[in-house]
């Protein structure tokens, strides 16, 4: 009796993962990345998001309609120059392949602002910059921080508004930017 309980076991088993793997239930497909390769910079990837479609949510102080209804932001006085936003990530191909989220925080003694880019199946990217928008109008920040593939990467995130000039009825009004420039740490280090 336990015989036939144990090769009904086994073969119950073998008999699933043969079904799984002719009937797949899922098919993750994965975009491939588009890196290029800089001569004496290191690898550049650029991402986007389409504002205001693929803007997921905002929490902001006395925001008139806060996006997901029903956000209430916090009232304390500390989050009064706070700004938090989700979007979902595109890559230069407009698909999108991750989410990222910003957060702008200032007050009279200075500011920051912080991006994180989620890919998944590649890992996160943690970058902080200066508030202030130089006259080229590309804000500059540096990676401080990553997880699984960007975890031995430094190098620096740049932020620019890219206007909508097509003029079409169902075009966004416009897109943030984000170009990476990334290069291993170990680069330049001997041993």
Do not use: C
Not at 43 to 59: K, L, S, W
Not at 110 to 124: D, F, K, M, Q, T
Not at 141 to 167: C, H, I, K, N, P
């Amino acid at each position: 009796m336990f015989r036939t309980f144990i090769a009904g076991v086994l073969l119950g088993a073998a008999a699933a993962g043969a079904a799984l793997y002719f009937i797949p239930v899922v098919n993750q497909a994965r975009e491939f990345s588009l890196i290029t390769v800089i001569r004496n910079i290191g690898n550049e990837e650029v991402f986007h998001a389409n504002i205001p479609t693929d803007r997921i949510m905002i929490g902001a102080p006395r925001q008139a309609s806060p996006l997901p209804v029903g956000l209430d932001w916090p009232g304390n006085e500390l989050f009064a120059d706070t700004r938090a936003e989700l979007f979902k990530l595109r890559n230069s191909k407009d698909v999108v392949v991750g989410v990222a989220s910003h957060i702008a925080a200032g007050n009279e003694k200075g500011g920051l602002i912080e991006w994180v880019l989620h890919l998944p199946a590649r890992g996160s990217v943690y970058v902080l910059m200066q508030p202030e928008m130089p006259q080229d109008g590309f804000r500059v920040g540096a990676l401080r921080a990553g997880t699984q593939e960007f975890a031995d990467l430094s190098g620096s995130v740049s932020e620019t508004w890219v206007a909508d000039m097509s003029g079409a009825d169902d075009a966004p009004v416009g897109r943030i930017e984000l170009r990476t420039r990334l290069v291993s740490s170990a680069v330049g280090q001997t041993e």
